[in-house]
T-cell receptor
Framework: GAVVSQHPSRVICKSGTSVKIECRSL??????MFWYRQFPKQSLMLMAT?????????EQGVEKDKFLINHASLTLSTLTVTSAHPEDSSFYIC????????????FGPGTRLTVT | QQQVKQSPQSLIVQKGGISIINCAYE??????FPWYQQFPGKGPALLIA?????SEKKEGRFTISFNKSAKQFSLHIMDSQPGDSATYFC???????????FGKGTRLSVIA
């Protein structure tokens, strides 16, 4: 099956610094990717839709200047958490829709961000 | 507006028993009804999914039952095993490249 990777899997950063998370589709092209955030013991909440070659679409309540998304190629989307604060600590997960089976989505393994 | 309601929130089942998780949705435009399985520290993975033109789909020990008129679908895990212990999410979807609408999740524990 299709594979989506994320890097890094875990990151610890200090408050005020920026962190970049990469999401790659390894064996298929993804014109669209989605970024979710998941707090402990909670569900996945959509943060934004990343579109190759155009601006990302953010969900209500998500600060686009804080969570910068860049979808520079058909296999790579990046999420940069700028000026991170402890409340940004969370599990960030990306997904990409299948090209062949339009309803199916493939999820990355997630990135655990801890801001100290 | 909460489009998806999942129940129960948690479930404890004896090994070999049947686990049943329910999902109710509001948006009649949904046309794809998947269940995702997530282990701690991992991303969710598609477990089984159904389209609205059938009422039931079985894959091994996993069955989806779909009731279009009631706007509900459920996941049945037969002969539940400790390895099935995970969090399960329903995530009804629209056709095309649209994001998933996740239920709140059900934490399943299968005890020996």
């Amino acid at each position: 099956g299709a594979v989506v990777s994320q890097h890094p899997s875990r990151v610890i950063c200090k408050s005020g610094t920026s962190v970049k998370i990469e999401c790659r589709s390894l064996d298929f092209q993804a014109t669209t990717m989605f970024w979710y955030r998941q707090f402990p013991k909670q569900s996945l909440m959509l943060m934004a839709t990343s579109n190759e070659g155009s601006k990302a679409t953010y969900e209500q309540g998500v600060e686009k200047d804080k969570f910068l998304i860049n979808h520079a190629s058909l296999t790579l989307s990046t999420l940069t958490v700028t000026s991170a604060h402890p409340e940004d600590s969370s599990f960030y997960i990306c997904s990409a829709p299948s090209q062949g089976r339009a309803y199916e989505q493939y999820f990355g393994p997630g990135t655990r961000l801890t801001v100290t | 507006q909460q489009q998806v309601k999942q129940s129960p929130q948690s479930l404890i089942v004896q090994k070999g028993g049947i686990s049943i998780i329910n999902c109710a949705y509001e948006n009649t435009a949904f046309d794809y009804f998947p269940w995702y399985q997530q282990f701690p520290g991992k991303g969710p993975a598609l477990l089984i999914a159904i389209r609205p033109d059938v009422s039931e789909k079985k894959e091994g020990r996993f069955t989806i039952s779909f009731n279009k008129s009631a706007k509900q679908f459920s996941l049945h895990i037969m002969d539940s095993q400790p390895g099935d212990s995970a969090t399960y999410f329903c995530a009804p979807n629209f056709s095309g490249n649209t994001p998933l609408v996740f239920g709140k999740g059900t934490r399943l524990s299968v005890i020996a």
